[in-house]
């Protein structure tokens, strides 16, 4: 089987091609090529058609004997075979003649010691310019010394596949071949899907190294350094709450754990913005400005302004801005090993608490588990919050085997002493539909009184279902809310509620991780 490596690919039949536009250059061909428009603060505007969200039905990793053995493969990762893969690679070649395309060469990692070089080719200047700012752009001596790539992505959403030809689900396609250093992404607008696949190439690249990959945002502590992290599945408030303005910003999703800590894998960040206000979330409102790409949001045409609360195109409406943006970002973008380790959580059903303190092995039982509530346009068919399970908060992009990043995790809160805090944000006083949404006011306090050391020295109760440790008080929060039967009018529908939960927990462990730890086990819900 002939071996290519796109990093050497001759684009000699190709049109025009762009190397390395700045941000002001990729907007002005974006507009000439009626890709978007600039808003009102001169962030460009896009809309990615049909495809809001991720498509993970569709995402496929080549299945060589090189890779094999350390791939969980399953429900999440599609095996397909190299022959298949080459032969839509070259289609897509094909789709590229005589067009006009933008290569990027960036990098991922913040620490030189791991940093990787990744080289796109798309086929949007609009894309190009949100990789460009998502990822860590070389300075120009890098650039000229940036030789050849550690991987090479090519981006082409007007290339629709033809399942009975490509050999794959749908006219989308998202494959990576380790072997090769190769990905491809076709058929769909969706810049997440760009950023995603450099996380789930990194996820497998990074434990071969030692370190661990994360699906988290980290801040920390201007003055004593100290380091937090955040892990949370898209949604439940991992870039809100990591962007504090009383503290500084490392990075909003993607991080490696390292023997000398936490680091960035990302330049830049990609948050959610519907209902996004400057109120409340000040540092992601005014980070919308020029070079900041915004995505399926409603435009008054006359006047350009945003209006963030429409969410007729879908409730995932994205901007993409680079770390600097934020004025307390932290750069580079490293940190020292993390103090506090937060889960968040969107509990739809309303009954887990807002915040509980966990053991080492309660830490482990929720970091495997993952559970939150999958929300509105995060997923193409998602319409309300569904009750989900994924593995380290990230399991889409996880390649290897769970247990992988599950013992890494452990061997690593238990070395450094690391405190850990479940949050949920999702619901209180009753399930989706009945209940509110957490107020994002006493989430904040909650999370300030975890990251200052407010909850380590207070009186805790144990929940008997939960199996968890919550605190009595916590400063800035009514203490009626930190028990969840408390803010339900009917205690036996709680009761109820919180059981049939605790039932699907154990359902869900017992089905995926049957051989694990009985400590582990132990230190989950019961019922």
């Known amino acids: ?79 397909i075979d190299r022959e298949t893969f080459h032969k839509l690679y070259e289609r897509a070649l094909a789709y590229l003649q005589n067009r006009e395309v933008f290569v990027f060469n960036g990098l991922a990692g913040a620490d030189k010691k791991y940093q990787k ?17 998502l990822l860590i752009r070389p300075n120009e001596e890098e650039l000229k010394n940036y030789g050849e790539p550690d991987f090479t992505i090519l981006s082409v959403p007007g290339f629709k596949c033809i399942p009975e030809i490509d ?52 801040n920390m ?5 100290k380091t937090a992290i955040f892990f949370g599945l898209s949604g439940t408030g991992k870039t809100t709450l990591s962007a504090d303005p009383n503290r500084i910003l490392i990075g909003d999703d993607e991080h490696g754990w390292s023997e000398e800590g936490i680091f960035n894998f990302e330049g830049g960040c990609y948050a959610k913005c519907i ?27 006359k006047t350009r302004e945003i209006d963030y609360a429409d969410n007729s195109l879908t409730q995932n409406t994205r ?22 380790i937060i889960f968040l959580t969107a509990d739809s059903f309303g009954v887990l608490p807002p915040v509980a303190k966990l053991t080492k092995e309660a ?79 006493y989430t904040r306090a909650m999370v300030t009184a975890v990251l200052n050391g407010a909850l380590e020295n207070v009186e805790y109760k144990h929940d008997e279902i939960f199996n968890v440790e919550i605190p009595k008080t916590c400063p800035e929060v009514p203490s009626e809310i930190l028990s969840p039967i408390n803010t339900w009018q009917d205690k036996e529908a709680y009761i109820k509620a919180a059981k049939d939960l605790a039932q699907k927990f154990v359902d869900n462990f017992a089905k995926k991780y049957p051989n694990m730890p009985k400590n582990i086990v132990n230190a989950g819900p019961k019922v």
């Open 117 to 133: 070089k990744f080289r796109f080719i798309n086929e949007y200047a609009s894309q190009n310019l949100f990789i460009h700012q």
């Open 221 to 225: 502590d201007p003055e004593t350094k």
């Open 1 to 79: 089987m002939k071996k290519y490596n796109m990093g050497n690919l001759e684009l000699s039949n190709i049109g025009i091609v762009h190397y390395n536009l700045s941000p002001a250059k990729l907007v002005e061909k974006a507009l000439q090529r009626k890709e978007g428009l600039l808003s009102d603060t001169g962030a460009f505007i896009i809309t990615t058609g049909k495809y809001t969200g991720r498509s993970p039905d569709d995402k496929f990793i080549v299945d060589t004997p090189d890779v094999h053995e350390y791939i969980g493969w399953g429900d999440v990762n599609h095996p």
């Open 275 to 301: 209902n996004l206000n400057p109120e409340t979330e000040p540092d992601i409102y005014y980070a919308i400005k020029f070079g900041s790409i915004v995505e399926n949001v409603v435009v008054d045409e």
């Open 167 to 218: 050999g794959v689900q749908s006219e989308v396609a998202i494959i990576i071949d380790f072997e090769a250093k190769l990905g491809i992404i076709c058929g769909t607008s969706y810049s997440g899907e760009l950023k995603k696949m450099v996380f789930s190439i990194m996820n497998y690249l990074m434990p071969h190294e030692g370190v661990l990959p994360m699906h988290c945002s980290a």
């Open 363 to 441: 830490a482990m039982y929720h970091f495997i588990t993952g559970f939150t509530a999958k929300l509105a346009g995060t997923e193409r068919g998602v319409k309300e919050p569904i009750p989900t399970f994924s593995t380290c908060f990230g399991e889409p992009f996880m390649p290897m085997e769970p247990s992988v990043y599950a013992k890494m995790l452990g061997e690593k809160i238990e070395k450094y002493n690391t405190q850990v805090y479940l949050i949920n944000t999702g619901w209180s006083g009753g399930a989706y539909g009945t209940g509110q949404r957490m107020n994002l006011k």
């Open 319 to 340: 901007v993409a801005y680079p770390l600097h943006y934020i004025n307390n970002s932290q750069y580079p973008s490293v940190g020292g090993k993390p103090s506090v």
